[in-house]
């Protein structure tokens, strides 16, 4: 029997982050994890660190996760090549230039500064964008991570933080008994501990409907490619402001060379296989909106795409705080596609909220009881 | 029925005889091949306006050569044939290709995949000087293009290719530095027995090896290193099976240690994998008759097992006898039957060559850690094995993800085999245990300007 103040059920960023900051307030903590921490969403995401364009009131989370990533190598003791490049996104007719105008406005309380760039000052500064980008917005401390990096290094500070990070364990049942709850594997082992985190990522919705809170959660897999290698040149994250999904497109170029980008559409993505597919057709449909941001990437070959497996909650905001019913569990899952810039500030909150029973960090509009209300 | 949409990828020998199997049945079959001209590896035709004799380019092989580009001939008018096209992904009932940066899909009932092979490689401190070729790299610069790698070129690796490429070069008039063989001369005898089965070959290997009398020839090496300074390969060192040092001057070395299925498409068509142990590695699974666990995915030729070109004229064949028999379509059993029973023969001897020339796993696990092993992306093997050790990656997969071993480029082609003994040897376990690099899309480059046409919507 395995006996610990917290169990967290789930080693993607979220999970990790919670597991090492959990250690850092004194709990103890036992990870566990059904394949290998960061193996799924926060291994295989698109590695951008932005605030710009996030739902407003996720902003004092995203700034606190944004402050933690610039402390990251000394605060975890491994790098994990967060730069800060800033975030550009372009729009291409006037109304996108209306809604990074009225975005900007809107975030600058939550501290938040965007700098707008008309047509000409923008390919002055960035003369790769295109020619049909007519506006950017700009966000200077915004950047990239590597993904497939940062849990796994999460994951071993926590370790080094003296938690005990089980891999290779998949949890097949969560009860609430009087004093703890009881964890069951899928190697038969029992874990005990008075306090639960479900941060399963896009299997937390049938966790969370298995504690009787069921939840409208969505699975699919963002589309992803990478170029080979050509020198440094597009320091910025780009993007795109618009509410077409067809000409969403964002790409990076890590400081090795390689130009990775995502966008367009979704794929299928299996919570049973746990496999997500690249459609075809989304990665020629990416060529064209790539070829419209920065003309000159059609001169470089893709040699390589994937997917992964992400929860999309049916309103576009994640699932983070206490049960609604039931007393020590916590949730922290359907983080919609943008959950890796949260990574290490929702370990943070969570890691708060279970020590302390309470966030300095507004987390309200997160709350599961919001679907309960509903039904 | 209606008559079943055929597409074969691969116009090797192969996709040949494929392809004549099901025209002369009344289909017509699309054939898309990434090269200029048909023929594949072996029987690769030289560019329009080279005038060399067929004798000149094919050897001893040309009269094959000339029989499966004739019966290739033949067939104009009644295939499509798509040249210069590259099948980059497939999904279900559809094959995605690009030519001149147009992109199409190929809706299919039956695939046929015979997309040949590809050097297997061993990294060797200073193989990635410039002057150091793939043994295939080298063959092909001299088939197509009538280039030499060099002056003076030794010759690094194992299998029939190794001498075949080292005599072609000594032929076409190079000085042949040196045969550098890392199989030991004991186990050809041992692997006698099953090389019995085509007595036609062993003759064949031994007016090879008469060819090559004069060049020095060591077996049962050891590489230490490829030298070399500012302007390439300046000589290769060995150790011979006595533990004495050699060293041999030459200003190119050509290495490869045999040949390894080309499998992505196959891969990403969702065919199931399996560990050869005499190999080392992981090929598709297959039936003889070409059939796979995924209905209409079909494998014929060195992509699916290397049985050498005329065994991929006989699983061409019998793949197409597959195709017609799942639609319907009457295949005499007698065929069949026939062409199993020869396709095992080969079979045979290609479990001979592999005892006879076996793959050096052991070196490939003892490469010094200074020593890059994933080209592409320009990783070492000692980055390798800390991700086993420090980062504790158990698989190939982890592995590539926490250090971007298999990438880059060529997805793990030519670092992947090498990379399993090493990761396999630093984490103690057996190799199939850190199992194979997951095959992802685009099975090669695809280019960004490619474009869809408006308005073609062929599905
Ligand atoms: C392709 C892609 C691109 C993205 N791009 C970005 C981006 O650029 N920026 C951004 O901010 N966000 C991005 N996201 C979103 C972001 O990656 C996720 O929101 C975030 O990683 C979610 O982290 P997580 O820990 O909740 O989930 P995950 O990383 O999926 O972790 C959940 C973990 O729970 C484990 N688990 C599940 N069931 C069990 C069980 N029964 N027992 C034990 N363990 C279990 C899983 O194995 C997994 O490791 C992207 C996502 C994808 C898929
Ligand atoms: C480099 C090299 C040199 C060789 N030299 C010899 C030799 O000298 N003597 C000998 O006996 N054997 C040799 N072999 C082995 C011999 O080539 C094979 O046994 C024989 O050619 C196999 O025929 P095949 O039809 O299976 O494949 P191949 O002849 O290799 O034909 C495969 C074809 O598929 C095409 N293709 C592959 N993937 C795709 C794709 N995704 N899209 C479009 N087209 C694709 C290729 O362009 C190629 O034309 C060599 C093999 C290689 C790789």
New interface residues.
């Given amino acids: 029997m395995h006996q610990s103040d917290v169990i967290v059920v789930g080693g993607g960023l979220m999970g990790a982050a919670t597991a090492f900051f959990l250690r850092k307030r004194g709990l103890s903590v036992t990870l566990l994890e059904r394949g290998l921490c960061g193996q799924q969403a926060s291994g295989t995401n698109f590695g951008n660190v932005r605030r710009q364009g996030r739902f407003l009131p996720q902003l004092p989370l995203a700034n606190r996760s944004r402050e933690i990533w610039g402390r990251l190598p000394e605060l975890i003791g491994e790098d994990v090549e967060f730069i800060r490049t800033g975030h550009l996104r372009v729009g291409y007719r006037p109304e996108h230039v209306g809604m990074m105008e009225a975005y900007r406005d809107n975030a600058a309380p939550y501290g938040l500064e965007l700098e707008l760039i008309s047509a000409n000052a923008l390919r002055e500064r960035f003369p790769f964008i295109g020619p049909e980008a007519i506006a950017g917005s700009y966000s200077p401390n915004d950047g990239h991570a590597n993904p497939r990096l940062s849990a796994p290094a999460f994951a071993r500070a926590a370790t080094r933080a003296g938690a005990k990070v089980v891999e290779n364990c998949e949890v097949i049942s969560i009860e609430r008994g009087v004093e703890d709850f009881r964890v069951e594997t899928k190697t038969g082992d029992i874990y005990r501990a008075p306090m639960v985190q479900v941060s399963a990522g896009a299997w937390g919705g049938r966790m969370a409907a298995a504690m009787g809170e069921p939840v409208p959660i969505q699975v699919k897999g963002p589309q992803m490619g990478v170029t080979e290698p050509v020198p440094y040149a597009i320091t910025p994250v780009l993007g795109v402001t618009t509410k077409d999904l067809p000409e969403v497109i964002y790409a990076r170029q890590v400081t090795r060379g390689n130009i990775v980008f995502g966008g367009v559409g979704h794929g299928p993505a299996d919570l049973d296989t746990i496999r997500a597919r690249v459609r075809p057709e989304v990665t020629l449909q990416q060529f064209g909106q790539l070829k419209r941001i920065v003309p000159a990437l059609a001169k470089l070959n893709i040699i390589r795409v994937w997917s992964g497996i992400e929860g999309y909650m049916r309103d576009d905001i994640p699932v983070m705080g206490p049960s609604a019913k039931v007393p020590g569990l916590f949730y922290a899952f359907g983080f919609c596609g943008a959950g890796f810039q949260l990574g290490p500030g929702v370990g943070d909150v969570m890691a708060e909220l279970i020590a302390t029973g309470a966030t300095t960090t507004p987390i309200e509009p997160f709350s599961i009881a919001r679907f309960a209300e509903k039904a | 029925m209606a008559a079943p949409r055929v597409v074969i990828v691969g116009a090797g020998p192969a996709g040949v005889r494929a392809a004549e199997r099901l025209v002369a049945a009344g289909l017509r079959p699309t054939v898309v091949d990434e090269g200029m001209r048909a023929g594949g590896q072996i029987y690769r035709q030289q560019p329009p306006g080279f005038t060399r004799r067929p004798e000149e380019l094919y050897g001893t092989e040309a009269g094959r050569a000339v029989a499966v580009h004739g019966a290739f001939a033949a067939l104009a008018g009644r295939i499509d044939y798509l040249p210069e096209t590259l099948a980059?992904?497939i999904?279900p009932g559809?094959l995605?290709v690009a030519r001149d940066g147009v992109?199409r899909?190929l809706p299919y009932d039956a695939v046929i995949l015979a997309t040949g092979a590809t050097d297997r490689l061993l990294p060797v401190p200073g193989w990635t000087r410039a002057g150091v070729y793939s043994l295939g790299g080298s063959q092909v610069s001299l088939k197509a293009q009538a280039c030499a790698i060099g002056a003076r070129v030794a010759f690094l690796g194992t299998g029939p290719l190794l001498y075949l490429v080292a005599s072609q070069y000594l032929k076409a008039g190079v000085e042949v530095a040196a045969v550098l063989d890392t199989s030991p001369a004991s186990a050809r005898f041992k692997a006698l027995p099953l090389m019995a089965s085509r007595p036609g070959l062993l003759v064949k290997g031994a007016a090879l090896m008469w060819k090559l009398r004069g060049v020095p020839i060591l077996r049962g090496v050891t590489p230490l290193a490829i030298d070399g300074d500012d302007s390439g390969v300046t000589g290769i060192r060995v150790k011979d099976a006595g533990g004495r040092e050699h060293r041999f001057a030459a200003d190119a070395v050509a290495m490869g240690w045999h040949l390894r299925p080309e499998t992505q498409l196959a891969d990403l068509a969702g065919v199931p994998f399996e560990h050869d142990a005499l190999s080392g590695l992981w090929m598709a699974q297959v039936q003889a008759d070409g059939r796979t666990a995924v209905k209409g995915v079909y494998l014929a030729g060195d992509g699916a097992r290397i049985l050498g070109a005329d065994g991929a004229e006989i699983a061409g064949t019998l793949a197409a006898t597959s195709v017609l028999a799942d639609h319907g379509i009457q295949v005499p059993v007698a065929e069949v039957v026939e062409l199993i029973g020869r396709r095992a023969v080969m079979d045979r001897f290609r479990r001979g060559l592999l005892r006879a020339f076996p793959w050096p796993g052991h070196l490939a696990a003892a490469v010094p850690d200074d020593t890059l092993l994933c080209r592409c992306?320009a990783i070492t093997a000692g980055e390798l094995r800390r991700s086993a050790s420090d980062?504790g990656a158990?698989e190939v997969n982890?592995a590539k993800?926490?250090t971007r071993v298999g990438?880059?480029?060529c997805?793990g082609r030519y670092c992947g085999p090498a990379g399993q003994e090493i990761l396999a040897a630093a984490r103690g376990v057996a190799l199939p245990e850190v199992g194979r690099l997951r095959g992802?899309?685009?099975v090669k480059?695809?280019?960004?300007?490619?474009?869809?046409p408006l308005g073609v919507e062929d599905a």
Avoid: C, D, F, Y
Wanted: charged fraction near 20%; charge should be positive.
């Fill in positions: 980059w992904n999904e559809l995605h992109a899909k992306e980062l158990p982890r993800a926490l990438m880059g480029r997805q992802q899309a685009p480059p695809l280019s960004i300007a490619t474009v869809v």
